[in-house]
């Protein structure tokens, strides 16, 4: 199979001197529960630190002062919670009447599962005609909505990236972790072939992680197993949707991500040692990972 380096990888083009933030993209990432800041915030500042324009996280009002505590750069929005600390189903009118003002979408990261997750998941997956990057509980959300819907991945409004990593994707798909790469490459474009639209790329991640979009495959060759630490697929999300609010489409953004993702891991190893890598670390490297292409 392929390495994602085999097709040339896209080049962002000079920032114009007269550029400005809404350039670049401006994004939402809803995310964030009660004990799961951390997590659209190491998204959050993945994406800026991708060259996203503009950065918007929605998440519960309980978490919002959390999340914001985390950048100055971050703007926030409050959601209405349940008495967990979840998303409530009131959400699904406000959020569905911002599909127009955002041009880059990411849901998931610390989002915990509800029913009001999975309701406002569902709408939002189904209905924002912009690109969306959809991960952790994100992609849990939509397991349980194919559960009432099996259409429920069918042609969506917009482009779609799924990120799931091996346990994830068990949960949408019935296919156990493990499996050769070709095993692995057949599942994933059995599920971007759930939508008959062909609007959509799944990242398998892991060691090897793939990305697929149903015709093309590919293998990523950066990143170590100094990786394999809570927030790192928070930190790709992150990397994806910053490319994509710079006008890459999702195949491209997908392969581009996932290189420069793993290639920080691999700079932040080098430097820290692997056993000493956290999100963070990975978050710092990925300017040095743009350089360094
Ligand atoms: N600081 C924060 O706010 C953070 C918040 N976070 C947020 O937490 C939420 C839950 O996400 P999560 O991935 O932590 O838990 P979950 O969905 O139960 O899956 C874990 C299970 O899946 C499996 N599995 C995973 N990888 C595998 C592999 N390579 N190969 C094989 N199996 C593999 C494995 O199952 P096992 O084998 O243990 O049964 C593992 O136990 C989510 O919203 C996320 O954003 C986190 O990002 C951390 C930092
Ligand atoms: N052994 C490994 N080698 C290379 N990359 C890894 C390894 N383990 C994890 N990763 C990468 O780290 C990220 C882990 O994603 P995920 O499990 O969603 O983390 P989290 O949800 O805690 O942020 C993925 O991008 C995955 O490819
Ligand atoms: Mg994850």
């Given at each position: 199979m392929n390495d994602v380096t085999s097709e040339p990888l896209p080049i962002l083009p000079p920032r114009e001197r007269d550029a400005h933030k809404g350039d670049f993209g401006r994004l939402i990432i809803v995310g964030g529960s009660r004990g799961m800041a951390g997590a659209p915030a190491m998204a959050g500042l993945a994406a800026l630190r991708s060259g996203a324009g503009l950065l918007s996280i929605a998440t519960p009002v309980s978490?919002?002062?959390?999340?914001?505590?985390?950048?100055?750069?971050?703007?926030?929005?409050?959601?209405?919670?349940?008495?967990?600390?979840?998303?409530?189903?009131?959400?699904?009118?406000?959020?569905?009447a911002a599909r127009e003002h955002f041009d880059v979408w990411a849901l998931g990261p610390g989002l915990g599962q509800s029913e009001g997750v999975t309701e406002l998941v569902a709408q939002l997956y189904r209905?924002?005609?912009?690109?969306?990057?959809?991960?952790?509980?994100?992609?849990?959300?939509?397991?349980?909505?194919?559960?009432?819907?099996?259409?429920?991945?069918?042609?969506?409004?917009?482009?779609?990236?799924?990120?799931?990593?091996?346990?994830?994707?068990?949960?949408?798909?019935?296919?156990?972790?493990?499996?050769?790469?070709?095993?692995?490459?057949?599942?994933?474009?059995?599920?971007?072939?759930?939508?008959?639209?062909?609007?959509?790329?799944?990242?398998?991640?892991?060691?090897?992680?793939?990305?697929?979009?149903?015709?093309?495959?590919?293998?990523?060759?950066?990143?170590?197993?100094?990786?394999?630490?809570g927030g790192s697929g928070d930190c790709l999300t992150g990397v994806i949707a910053g490319l994509l609010g710079q006008k890459l489409s999702a195949w491209d953004a997908a392969r581009l991500g996932?290189?420069?993702?793993?290639?920080?891991?691999?700079?932040?190893?080098?430097?820290?040692g692997e056993v000493s890598l956290i999100a963070s670390d990975l978050v710092g490297y990925l300017p040095a990972a743009f350089q360094a292409r």
């Open positions: 978490t919002q002062p959390l999340v914001a505590g985390f950048s100055p750069c971050f703007m926030t929005i409050p959601l209405v919670e349940d008495d967990y600390g979840l998303l409530d189903y009131a959400n699904v009118v406000d959020m569905l209905d924002v005609p912009r690109p969306m990057v959809v991960d952790a509980d994100a992609l849990n959300a939509m397991s349980h909505a194919l559960q009432r819907n099996p259409q429920a991945l069918a042609k969506p409004a917009g482009p779609r990236v799924l990120t799931p990593h091996p346990g994830e994707f068990a949960r949408l798909t019935g296919v156990a972790p493990g499996g050769s790469l070709a095993e692995r490459a057949q599942a994933v474009g059995e599920l971007c072939r759930r939508d008959p639209s062909g609007q959509t790329v799944v990242i398998l991640k892991g060691h090897q992680s793939l990305v697929g979009d149903g015709n093309r495959y590919a293998v990523n060759g950066t990143g170590n197993p100094g990786m394999a630490t996932m290189h420069l993702h793993g290639l920080a891991g691999d700079l932040a190893a080098k430097e820290l």
